[in-house]
């Protein structure tokens, strides 16, 4: 989030991969960086293949606490 609130990029929408991303490039360098982060639409729609599938899933959060 901290990268987001500097950066201020427009988040986008990947519907090949169903996940949100945005791109951003450090005033130092001209490289081009593109994060993919989930959000909440982003679980909603994997839960809903999940179901489909008649399946579950896991969540494990990176950096807990």
């Given at each position: 989030?901290?990268?987001?609130k ?13 996940e949100?991303?945005?791109e ?11 994060v ?30």
């Open positions: 989030l901290d990268l987001i500097a950066q201020k990029p427009k988040i986008k929408w990947d519907s090949e991969v169903e949100h991303f945005f951003y490039k450090k005033k130092s360098s001209p490289q081009k960086h593109i993919y982060f989930p959000t909440l639409f982003y679980i909603k729609k994997r839960l809903e293949l999940a179901e489909s599938m008649g399946t579950s899933i896991s969540i494990w959060e990176l950096g807990q606490g």
